[in-house]
Each structure stands twice: as C-alpha cells, then as structure tokens.
C-alpha cells in the first residue's frame, strides 16, 4: 500500500450553533482578537454582532477590520495588519468566506514577521510562527478553515496576478463550522462557492499528490456536493442541505491541504485576476475541459467519479464509465446555473498563449496534474473553456 503522511492540526467545530465556541475557544488563544470579515454580509445577517458578543462575554477585546473585498489584494493584508499591530492583537480570526479567511491567514503572518507581504508569496516563506489563527467559514467553498492556503490579488504585477502563500505555519489553530451562518447566503455565491468546493475536490483526488486518505476525503466531497448543491439551490434555506455542502467543503478542505489542486485552478487565476470572473465560474468553465484533456490518465479514478456523480448506467467498462463522468459534469454545471464558456469577456488568442505560457512555468501544478500537458494543450483547452459550447 501506497506510504502517506496526514497532519491535520486545526481543531474542527462543525454542526449548528458551534459558533458559540468562540468566545470560550478564542480566550484560550489570547485577549485581543481581531475579526477580519468582508463590508456587508456578516454585519448584516448579524453574524458579525453575535461573535463579537460572544467574544466579549468571555473577556475578549475585540477589534473589527471589515475591509475584505472578494478576492482580496495584498494592499488590504497590509493594512490589516496595520491595525492588528497598532492595537497589539493576539490572535486574529476569519469570519466569512475565503476571501475573509485568506486575509485573517495574511495578517496572522505579518503580525509576527516583518513586510511586505510578497516575501511570504510562494512555499513555505513564512519564518515566525504566525498569530494564531481562528476560521468561521459563512460560505461553502475554500475550505481555507483548515487549509494551509491563502490566496492573494498582487496588484505589485502588470496585469495584476493571483498568487498564494502555502506554508503549513497558516493552518488554523481552530475552526468553527457552522452551517446555520451559511442559511441566508445569496444564491450566486452558494452556487460559485459550491462549484469551487467541487472542482477542488476532484482536482484532489485526481492529484498525482493524491493518497489514500485524501481520495477518501475528496470522494465523500464529490459525492455530497453533487447530491446536495442543486437542493440548497433550490431550497436555499433547508439547514440539512447547507449542512451537507458545508461538510463537504470542510472535506475537501482537509484533502487539499495534503493534495493541493491541479490545473483547473492553475489555469483559472488570470481569468480572475485580469478578466474579473468569479472564482467559482473561471474554476467552472475549465474543470470539464481539464477533466476530458486527463481522462486517459487514469480511467479507474474517472469512473469512480461518475459513480459519486451519480451515474448508475449498467454494464459499462471502466473506460465508458469515466466518459460518463465528462457528461455527468457537464450536466452538474449547468444545472447550477454555471456558464458553458466566457465568451463575453471576449478573450482573445493572444492572450490565451500568454496565460498558458504562464501555466507551464508553475511547476507545482503541472506535475500535480495527472497528464503532463504541451503549452499546445493548455492553449486547446483554454479555447474550449472559454469559447465553446457543450
Ligand atoms: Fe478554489
């Protein structure tokens, strides 16, 4: 059997209400926290206001920095951590979805290290030992609550890049993973944050990083969010539904922090940071494309994919099974209202060589990806993702 190493510190919290921990969970770790969120949700659900009670009850100071944009830019980091340095913070906690998290991770970093923040960019950069680290997911996405993650818009570039820090130094002392937060999120993030959960997962468990641990994870992810992202989208407010979806991105979570992904998220970086698409759609337009270029890479895996899908189709071989998968995912994406392709953005080839020529430089991600590709292949699937039709 195959050799593997799974550490997985951050304490998880999950099910209705666990968001009560924080005060109790948060004292442990200090007494001056600082709560990165985003401008508007988590103060207007009243999310924001109850953590804050909570954390206060327990003799916790709390300083608020509710300046996280969605894909948030390093400059955001820095001021963050600004505050946090400014008012001597102690622990700083991640209240909403990756972006808030990602930020939380950034300013735990240079609290403790000196700037800028481009000298932690890149593996394992990090030399202090971070503040430690809360996370409160709000969406059912990233997984960054246990992710050693935390991704970046580097406006310091022309055209702005999408960069990470990876470093196991930012994994979450705590999570807490409370679905009721996630009851009133609009539906257009439910379904691009859902998409993102789902492509992270697959592109896990088809990672050449894959290991038995991770593939059980990362199945169990597909599986759920398969069976459940199109009823929350339908039922937005079922509690059970949401649960299972953020369940599912805790799982995948937890196998990409051992896996990382593969070429559907290196491929969808500059559609976001130059372009402005969602994460959840620039994943969404290339993970069917990205899925066929692999198909002949490991037919077994594919096939057991659509069976998570959901294919129940008799008498089929393993390789039939893994096309079925192809069908299965296209039909998943449309069906929660994904678009086939960007056409709108109105990309054109020039661009699509540079972005790929990029995509060969990142090593990471192209020896990660289960079929080495050509620059000719990231090209063709580029032009498939973001011009063609199903
Ligand atoms: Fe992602």
């Not at 953020?246 to 500059?270: E, F, K, N, P």
Request: charged share 25%; proline share 5%.
């Amino acid at each position: 059997m195959q050799k593997f190493m799974f550490h997985l510190p951050t304490k998880v919290y999950f099910g209705s209400q666990t968001i009560k921990k924080v005060g109790e969970e948060t004292a442990k770790l200090g007494k001056r926290a600082l709560i990165a969120s985003g401008r508007n949700f988590a103060r207007k659900t009243g999310i924001l206001k109850k953590v804050e009670d909570l954390l206060k009850k327990k003799g916790v100071e709390v300083i608020l920095f509710e300046e996280v944009e969605p894909n948030p830019s390093i400059k955001t980091v820095e001021e963050g951590a600004d505050l946090s340095k400014g008012r001597e913070c102690d622990v700083i906690i991640g209240l909403g979805g990756g972006s808030a998290m990602d930020v939380a991770k950034g300013i735990a970093v240079l609290s403790t290290n000196p700037g800028p923040l481009t000298h932690y960019l890149g593996r394992d950069k990090v030399k202090n030992h971070p503040l430690p680290i809360i996370t409160i997911p709000t969406t059912a996405g990233t997984g960054s609550e246990v992710t050693p993650y935390a991704t970046f818009i580097n406006n310091k570039k022309r055209p702005p890049r999408k960069e990470m820090i990876a470093d196991r130094l930012i994994l979450p002392g705590v999570a807490l993973v409370d679905p009721q937060l996630t009851l009133s999120l609009p539906l257009s993030i439910t379904a691009d944050s859902g998409v993102d959960a789902l492509s992270q997962a697959i592109e896990s468990y088809i990672s050449k990083r894959s290991q038995p641990l991770s593939e059980i994870l990362a199945l169990k992810a597909v599986e759920l969010l398969a069976q459940y992202l199109p009823q929350v989208i339908k039922n937005p407010k079922n509690l059970e539904f949401r649960s299972f979806c953020l369940y599912a991105s805790l799982l995948g979570g937890m196998a990409i922090a051992h896996t990382g992904t593969v070429l559907v998220h290196g491929m969808s970086y500059r559609l976001t940071s130059e372009f402005g698409v969602s994460h959840g759609k620039a994943v969404g337009v290339l993970l069917p494309w990205v899925c066929q270029f692999n198909l002949s890479s490991n037919y077994l895996k594919f096939s057991s994919l659509a069976n998570a899908l959901g294919d129940k189709t008799e008498n089929l071989s393993e390789q039939e099974r893994a096309k079925k998968f192809i069908e299965k995912i296209k039909e998943f994406l449309l069906q929660v209202g994904m678009p086939q392709n960007l056409k709108e953005k109105e990309i054109k080839e020039k661009k699509i060589e540079e972005f790929a020529e990029e995509v060969m430089e990142n090593r990471q991600k192209i020896l990660a990806n289960p079929r080495l590709p050509t620059l000719n292949d990231l090209i063709d699937i580029y032009k498939k993702a973001l011009w063609g039709n199903y």
